[in-house]
């Protein structure tokens, strides 16, 4: 593994756990300026900017305090020197979605760029898969 990809692996991993940990601070970290994100719930047409992005986690923060898991289960990175993708499978749902959907899996695909010598996300993209029958996630 190359130093860029176990710098972005690191990353990631670190934001998952904040992500987890509801610490928003560390969310925010090593996100660009110009950060466009596109999520599972509403606004369809994206997040632009790291204002309207820190915006967003609140509201994740609340309904994960329900006792929801948000934990990454792969995590593949491909890094170049100056940009870098990564995609991920996270376990990310309360006990109850996940007992009734054990196989579901959040989807993860993030972009990103070095900024001087550190490394930033620029894209992040989430998804669920579409499950014919099943009532949309209330997960933000």
Same mark, same amino acid.
């Given at each position: 593994?190359? @130093?860029?990809?176990?710098?972005?692996?690191?990353?990631?991993?670190? &934001?998952?756990?904040? =992500? *987890?940990?509801?610490?928003?601070?560390? +969310?925010?970290?090593?996100?660009?300026? @110009?950060? =466009?994100?596109?999520? +599972?719930?509403?606004? #369809?047409? $994206? !997040?632009?900017?790291?204002? @309207?992005y820190?915006?967003? &986690?609140?509201?994740?923060?609340e &309904?994960? /305090?329900?006792? /929801?898991?948000?934990?990454?289960?792969?995590?593949? +990175?491909?890094?170049?020197?100056? +940009?870098? #993708?990564?995609?991920?499978?996270? %376990?990310? $749902?309360?006990?109850?979605?996940?007992?009734?959907?054990?196989?579901? %899996?959040? %989807?993860?695909?993030?972009?990103? %760029?070095?900024?001087?010598?550190? &490394? =930033? !996300? /620029? *894209?992040?993209? *989430?998804?669920?898969?579409?499950?014919?029958g099943?009532?949309?996630?209330?997960? $933000?």
């Amino acid at each position: 593994m190359s @130093d860029n990809e176990e710098q972005i692996r690191t990353l990631i991993e670190q &934001w998952a756990t904040a =992500v *987890h940990a509801g610490d928003l601070k560390g +969310v925010l970290a090593n996100h660009a300026d @110009d950060i =466009v994100m596109f999520d +599972v719930p509403p606004p #369809y047409e $994206g !997040v632009r900017g790291i204002d @309207d992005y820190r915006e967003t &986690w609140p509201p994740f923060f609340e &309904w994960q /305090a329900q006792g /929801a898991a948000f934990e990454i289960t792969s995590l593949e +990175v491909t890094a170049g020197d100056d +940009v870098a #993708y990564a995609q991920a499978l996270l %376990r990310c $749902g309360t006990p109850q979605e996940l007992a009734s959907q054990p196989a579901n %899996r959040l %989807r993860l695909t993030l972009g990103l %760029r070095k900024q001087g010598e550190r &490394w =930033v !996300v /620029a *894209h992040e993209h *989430h998804s669920f898969p579409d499950i014919p029958g099943e009532d949309e996630r209330q997960t $933000g």
